[in-house]
T-cell receptor
Framework: QQKVQQSPESLSVPEGGMASLNCTSS?????YFWWYRQHSGEGPKALM?????GDKKEGRFTAHLNKASLHVSLHIRDSQPSDSALYFC????????????FGSGTQLTVMP | AQTIHQWPVAEIKAVGSPLSLGCTIK??????LYWYWQATGGTLQQLFY??????VESVVQLNLSASRPKDDQFILSTEKLLLSHSGFYLC???????????FGPGTRLTVL
């Protein structure tokens, strides 16, 4: 079973709407989380990191972390067609491993 | 500014043939370097990791090997390609384990 699971697999939202993406870890050692975005044919690009419980906001993007439930979410407000991409949650253990584990991804489509 | 270059952009190779993919990072000394593999539309699987010249750690080998002959260069290779090697290969760098990773544009490999 994959250690970092994302939902939904795909999501469609209208332009200007709110997109909400979810990520759950099955490993309590994972303490550090990132959200990456990948446009078709390109390499992924980091959107934001979150290491502490609570919310972290950067522009239109807000990440939320709940370490007790091992749940991370990403909310995109005022979604734009350029936000259409594959979104990954990635997690790293607090110590003992240098591996970055990526989730299965959520394909977001923003409809004009 | 740091730049990451991958070569070639794309390759079509026969099963059983050798392969060498390259990655160069300019503008950053002694970065951590990574190789990833991605099936079409799939998640990213970390393959190799290097913190310094001559040192490479493997996560999943998939009949591949990696080397870091220079501080700014990371090479992925195999002597015999398998059909399962097809996919998108991504090189990335970071300042350290708990920093975001910066990905290159990738190399699309098709094995026939």
């Amino acid at each position: 079973q994959q250690k970092v699971q994302q939902s939904p697999e795909s999501l469609s939202v209208p332009e200007g709407g709110m997109a909400s993406l979810n990520c759950t870890s099955s490993d309590r050692n994972f303490q550090y989380f990132w959200w990456y975005r990948q446009h078709s044919g390109e390499g992924p690009k980091a959107l934001m990191s979150i290491f502490s419980d609570g919310d972290k906001k950067e522009g239109r993007f807000t990440a939320h972390l709940n370490k007790a439930s091992l749940h991370v979410s990403l909310h995109i407000r005022d979604s734009q067609p350029s936000d259409s991409a594959l979104y990954f949650c990635a997690a790293r253990a607090s110590s003992g491993s240098w591996q970055l584990i990526f989730g299965s991804g959520t394909q977001l489509t923003v409809m004009p | 500014a740091q730049t990451i270059h991958q070569w070639p952009v794309a390759e079509i190779k026969a099963v059983g043939s050798p392969l060498s993919l390259g990655c160069t990072i300019k503008g950053k000394s002694s970065p951590n370097l990574y190789w990833y593999w991605q099936a079409t539309g799939g998640t990213l699987q970390q393959l190799f990791y290097s913190i310094t010249v001559g040192q490479v750690e493997s996560v999943v080998q998939l009949n591949l090997s990696a080397s870091r002959p220079k501080d700014d260069q990371f090479i992925l290779s195999t002597e015999k390609l398998l059909l399962s090697h097809s996919g998108f290969y991504l090189c990335a760098w970071s300042l350290g384990d708990y920093y975001e990773q910066y990905f290159g544009p990738g190399t699309r490999l098709t094995v026939l």
